[in-house]
């Protein structure tokens, strides 16, 4: 503490000089910019953390041993610290909240300063003493100080969250952070610098995202949440941080010494809601049901929290272009528990509980789509979380186990009982819409029609009027859906993990050092059973498709439906495992900060259909059911180096520089690889034009996948400068410049993909073609076990780059709170996760996906250019106020650029396909920018004990519809048209009564 020891000498002389200038509000900012910044965060991410310094006025009184005590409402017992002899003092783990310190001085004199610990940061308290007077001159505990796990740190407490129009899930709230784009994507998260599918969602120390696929699954109700804590970038090596985006971490509210409980009731009628421009035309009514309550089991030392959630959909009058269809109804509940207990007072433990269950029906009805396509669904969710933390001295341990559990169950309302798909069983093509999910085709347009456009279109028309839709001048048209539900698909997902951390405080010489060791352990698992309804999904082609030479109808069947000798495959399991072993160091010398820190990973992957056989070349044999060690990415390969500089130039002015590397590590690879996808593939079943069986085969890329030897495991490389002012006690200011390389990308590729050379639309590099085969013995490994000619290999020449500029403001007033950011970026390459399908609002697999799937796939073929998260402009403004009339007016701005995005034509490179084959460089077409305002008001009433609250929350008060998700397809009528547009302007109310 030698630094803050040099400043409270200098902010003392500086006070003296100074008196007559009311010094509190002068020399306050500049010690609080000073002091707060630079102090170090804690390892424990769930809580945050009290510091500072006693100054003896004199110079020469002792400030050792004086005992520093803080107490808070959502502490079982108070913690207590004594000073060191330079008069520092720490104390660590505190949860989230409003806390008292008090000091105990040696003059028998007790002062008492308020501060708000927020997660992941530092508070400090800091002031002079003399034995006949004691001169605070620091305001303490901040609110808009940001001492995180990374240079880029957001923190907001619930009363930010609460007062503000965010919604009521955790995905809802992300829409806050600034930076981040704003989304209403359902699935795909939004992005920051990085794909949406690397993001990080933390929950009571517990990863939300789903296994495999990385998007945020669970959807906990911010009603819950008590703080909340972003890391954008410039992470260290703290908490085992590797997300190629950002990281959110929050935490659950905790009990007190004194019962509360609070119930809510909120509505959204259909008739509440603006009409939507686009999509399907439904009635919705939507509910929330919201209660909690909290107390002690064992005052001071037990406390207890449980809330209880009930979202209710119900759907009616619903319209497509086919006519009406069913009533569509959500119905969950859920229910949460928490225990904080506190055995001594150097000993914190939590632990919390959620269970949730879903139900759903009449869902996944498109506007081109018949009623009898809709799904059923059931989902279970369980998180369990313990985390613990023990003070000994300036030493701590501390640990944090999770589990998050969660099951899906999609059951089509049509189910085909009577339709058994069998191979060689010819298709009756005069019902096509009784035997599966029938692809209504649609005409093929343009002056210049081909000898194959003619020869489609002639087996079209007769589907069209059969099966297609009256449209708005009376006439026939195609592109719809029409028939059941293609499949049943039962999906269970898994996630365990433990943490060990080990933190201390050293002075050594000139420099103090807070020093952090951890190590975690984490598992992930999937279990799959996918069966088709009836022939599942049938797509016609006319006899002109290139990948299915003479075939007129395609059916894609879920090889788990055919029996084979009376057996059924059964589900198929993969899963993988990641050990970390983190070390950071926070150095402080003079005016400068150093972090130097690396968080070292090993990845393992388990497939299941192979066992170890060392006198095989391919090193397995065939074990259907078995699981095996797929690939293995080592200690070696995954060193992330996390290393910062902070320079004080002066007392209320800091610069800081970064470097942070990350090893992403979401990953579909270990079931999209799977050896057992091979008795559990997608079966391409093709006819002739009148439905006579031809020929049948897994889907291309769908079996068990060899990996090429030497890969370097996906990384992302990222340097940030910066800096932060404290303009005022209130005022915050915060810029920085970061550039992101990604790059070493992983795909699923043809073995002789570098050997195709000059071909339609395309041609290999003459670097790449160098390399040759990506394994050279792969015939001789596929004579042993079989699998595919597609291989798991490194992106030749894959790459993500992404510059930002940023600028923020934070305005903490008595009754007031303001943040305003500004963002320009640049995030362009050729692999872009977040656009591998038509549609990318979804669970897409991570390192196999079109991309790359043969020619006009491959990283040469127009893929370099914007990505499809590149918004250069990110403005953001929100805020709340409180009136003299017990009132809160809450306010939300968002502005941002439209999303890249690029024709898609397969014909380019002489193929009918288009999916994923691009016509054009990546993001040459920009769609509109979208702005709106959100806007709330809460009325408090207190009546006795109580408190009666109503709330009005308007999302898109201007109704601004802007259209997103352009179709891509140059042959599709709709090219270029929006397919979903941000959600129409809605009022929400609410009562809610409090004790």
Not at 814 to 831: I, K, P, Q
Request: net charge negative; proline share 4%; with cysteine.
């Amino acid at each position: 503490m030698k630094k803050e020891r040099a400043r409270f000498a200098a902010c003392y002389l500086s006070k003296q000089v100074r008196q007559a200038w009311n010094p509190v509000n002068v020399i306050a900012p500049i010690c609080l910019a000073t002091a707060v910044l630079s102090s170090p965060a804690m390892a424990q991410q769930q809580t945050g953390s009290i510091r500072g310094q006693i100054a003896a006025g004199d110079g020469t009184t002792s400030v050792a041993g004086i005992e520093v005590t803080a107490t808070s409402a959502v502490m079982p017992k108070p913690r207590t610290a004594t000073t060191r002899e330079d008069g520092s003092f720490i104390m660590p783990f505190l949860l989230p909240g409003e806390y008292t310190v008090s000091f105990a001085l040696p003059n028998g004199q007790t002062k008492e300063f308020a501060t708000r610990v927020m997660l992941e940061q530092a508070s400090a308290i800091n002031f002079v003493y003399s034995p006949d007077n004691t001169e605070v001159i620091t305001i303490t505990g901040s609110p808009f100080v940001t001492t995180g796990n990374s240079s880029l740190t957001n923190s907001f407490g619930a009363d930010v969250i609460q007062s503000l129009p965010t919604g009521q899930t955790y995905r809802d709230m992300l829409k806050i952070l600034p930076g981040v784009e704003y989304s209403e994507n359902s699935t795909l998260g939004p992005s920051a610098g990085g794909s949406g599918v690397d993001n990080s969602y933390g929950f009571d120390g517990v990863d939300l995202s789903m296994p495999m696929f990385g998007n945020l699954s669970s959807e906990p109700s911010t009603h819950d949440i008590a703080n909340v804590s972003v890391d954008r970038g410039g992470a260290k090596a703290i908490g085992f941080n590797r997300s190629g985006g950002f990281s959110v971490n929050s935490v659950s509210k905790s009990g007190t010494n004194e019962f509360h409980g609070s119930l809510e009731y909120r509505i959204q009628p259909s008739s509440f809601s603006a009409t939507p421009k686009g999509g399907v035309i439904q009635d919705t009514d939507q509910t929330w049901i919201v209660g909690s309550i909290s107390g002690p089991l064992i005052e001071d030392e037990l406390f207890f929290y449980g809330s209880f959630y009930r979202p209710e959909v119900e759907g009616s009058s619903k319209t497509t272009v086919y006519g009406p269809a069913k009533d569509y109804n959500s119905e969950r509940n859920e229910y949460f528990g928490k225990l904080t207990w506190a055995p001594t007072d150097d000993i914190l433990l939590n632990a919390s509980l959620r269970d949730s269950e879903r139900t759903v029906t009449g869902s996944s009805i498109g506007e081109y789509e018949t009623d009898s396509v809709s799904v059923g669904s059931e989902s279970n969710l369980n998180i369990y979380s313990i985390d613990g933390s023990w003070l000994l001295g300036d030493s701590s341990i501390s640990f944090k186990y999770g589990k998050y559990e969660e099951d899906f169950i999609d059951t089509p309302d049509t189910e085909l009982t009577g339709v058994t798909p069998v191979i060689g069983d010819s298709l009756d093509i005069t019902r096509l819409d009784e035997l599966g999910y029938f692809s209504v085709p649609s005409l093929r347009t343009g002056d210049d029609l081909t000898d194959e456009d003619l020869q489609f279109n002639a087996g079209a028309i007769g589907l069209i009027e059969s099966y297609g839709y009256i449209d708005d001048d009376g006439s026939y048209a195609g592109g719809g859906g029409v028939g059941a539900y293609s499949q049943y698909n039962r999906q269970s997902f898994e996630r365990e993990s433990f943490e060990l951390a080990f933190d201390t405080e050293k002075m050594w010489g000139n420099m103090y050092h807070t020093i952090h060791v951890g190590a975690k352990w984490s598992e992930i698992s999937e279990e799959l059973a996918r069966l088709s309804n009836g022939w599942g999904t049938i797509s016609y082609v006319g006899g002109v498709d290139d990948e299915y030479p003479g075939a007129y109808y395609v059916a894609s069947v879920q090889q788990m439906s055919l029996a084979v000798d009376g057996e059924v495959t059964p589900a198929i399991i993969s899963s993988s495992e990641s050990y970390n072993f983190e070390i950071n160091d926070t150095i402080e010398h003079g005016d400068f900060t150093y972090n130097i820190g690396v968080l070292v990973s090993k990845d393992v992957y388990y497939g299941q259909g192979l066992k170890a056989n060392s006198s095989n070349v391919s090193g397995y044999e065939l074990a259907p059911g078995h699981k095996y060690k797929m690939y293995t990415v080592d200690w070696k390969d995954m060193i992330q180096p996390r290393l910062g500089v902070t320079w004080e130039y002066q007392d209320e002015s800091t610069v800081f520089a970064n470097y942070a590397s990350y090893n992403p590590n979401a990953s579909s690879l270990a079931r999209a690889a799977s050896w057992d996808r091979n008795s559990r593939a997608t079966i391409e079943v093709q006819f002739d034009e009148d439905g006579n069986y031809l020929t049948s085969g897994a889907k291309a890329g769908s079996s068990g996948k060899f990996f090429a030897d030497n890969m370097s495991p996906r990384r992302i490389d990222e340097y940030t400068i910066g800096a932060t002012r404290a303009v005022s006690n209130n005022l915050m200011l915060r810029s920085h410049v970061r550039f992101r390389y990604g790059s070493h990308f992983w795909e699923d590729m043809p073995n002789d993909a570098r050997l195709y050379g000059d071909y339609e639309g395309g041609s290999v590099p003459d670097n790449i073609a160098d390399r040759g085969l990506y394994i050279d013995n792969l015939d001789e490994l596929r004579e042993e076990v079989g699998g595919s000619s597609y291989v798991v290999a490194e992106v030749d020449g894959g790459q993500t780059k992404y510059w930002e500029w940023s600028t923020e403001a934070e305005w903490f007033g008595e009754r007031t709170y303001l943040n305003a950011s500004y963002t320009w970026s640049h995030y362009y390459g050729n692999f872009d996760q977040d656009n591998t399908t038509s549609g990318n609002d979804a669970n897409t697999f991570i390192g196999s996906s079109y991309y790359g799937d043969g020619k006009g796939r491959m990283p040469w073929d127009n893929r370099y250019g914007n990505l499809i998260g590149d918004k250069p402009h990110k403005v953001k403004v929100f805020g709340y106020y409180t009136t003299d009339w017990d009132a809160n007016i809450g306010a939300y701005f968002i502005f941002q650029s439209g999303e890249a995005w690029t024709a898609w034509d397969g014909t380019v490179y002489g193929y009918s396909s288009s999916t994923s084959r691009y016509a054009e460089p990546a993001g040459s077409r920009r769609g509109a920018s979208h702005w709106q305002v959100d806007l709330n008001y809460t009325q408090d009433w207190n009546i006795s004990d109580y408190t009666l609250k109503f709330r009005a929350d308007v999302f898109n008060v201007f109704n601004k519809q802007t259209g997103y998700n352009y179709d891509p397809y140059v042959s599709n009528e709709t090219f270029g048209e929006p397919r979903s547009y941000y959600d129409p302007r809605r009022l929400q109310l609410s009562v809610t009564m409090q004790f």
